[in-house]
Structure formats: C-alpha cells, structure tokens
C-alpha cells in the first residue's frame, strides 16, 4: 500500500489549495478514504472521509462548507479542495486508508495559511 500526497503549499487567509493522494497497492474502489491534519503540538484529527461509491462524504464541523473531497476510482485519486483558508488551518496533511488489518498513511503534505 503506497499513499502519496501533493499540492500543499503556502497561501494567505481567504486562499485555496488542492491537495491530491495518489493510492496504489490496494483494491481503491473498495475502501474507504480519510484526510486527516495535525497542526504543530496539537494531535492529529479527521477532516473528511468518503466511501468507496462516493456516496457518503462527511466532514469535520472545523472544516465543513470550507472543504470538499471526491475520489477518481479509475485513477486511484483521492482530492481535496481547500478554500477560505484560515490560518487555523495550517498543518500537515494526510490521506489514510485502513486495509489490510492496519492503517496507511502518506508522507503528509504541509499547508501553511498566514494571516
């Protein structure tokens, strides 16, 4: 399982980002899919997940109606668009998937908002 994660970067409050996790090594359309940020000294927290269909997204309430996830079954995407950053915002980013009796994670992507 290899998880890998782009499209962090550095943007001032009200900015968008676009983060993508490109999966292989497992059987994508079958498992669900979570992003998940920690912010420095603070532990790490879920954000969002979506089912294999698509058919279920749910967010945190930090990030809801700010942030939206899809998936692209058929390239093994996973994507989420962040917009009217806040500074709170900034963290690292991680798309996780639990196959295979344990989780997996990313490398991480850091997002940094300044005020």
């Known amino acids: 399982v290899q998880l890998v994660e782009s499209g962090g970067g550095f943007v001032h409050s009200g900015g968008s980002l676009l983060l993508s996790c490109a999966a292989s090594g497992f059987p994508f359309d079958a498992y669900l899919m979570s992003w998940h940020r920690q912010a420095p000294g603070k532990e790490r927290e879920l954000i969002a997940r979506?089912?294999?269909?698509?058919?279920?997204?749910e967010y945190s309430p930090t990030v809801k109606g700010r942030f939206i996830t899809w998936r692209d079954n058929l390239e093994k995407m996973l994507y989420l668009q962040l917009s009217d950053l806040k500074p709170e915002d900034t963290a690292v980013y991680y798309c996780k998937v639990s196959a295979y009796d344990r989780d997996h994670w990313g490398q991480g992507t850091q997002v940094t908002v300044s005020s």
């Open positions: 979506i089912t294999p269909a698509s058919d279920v997204r």
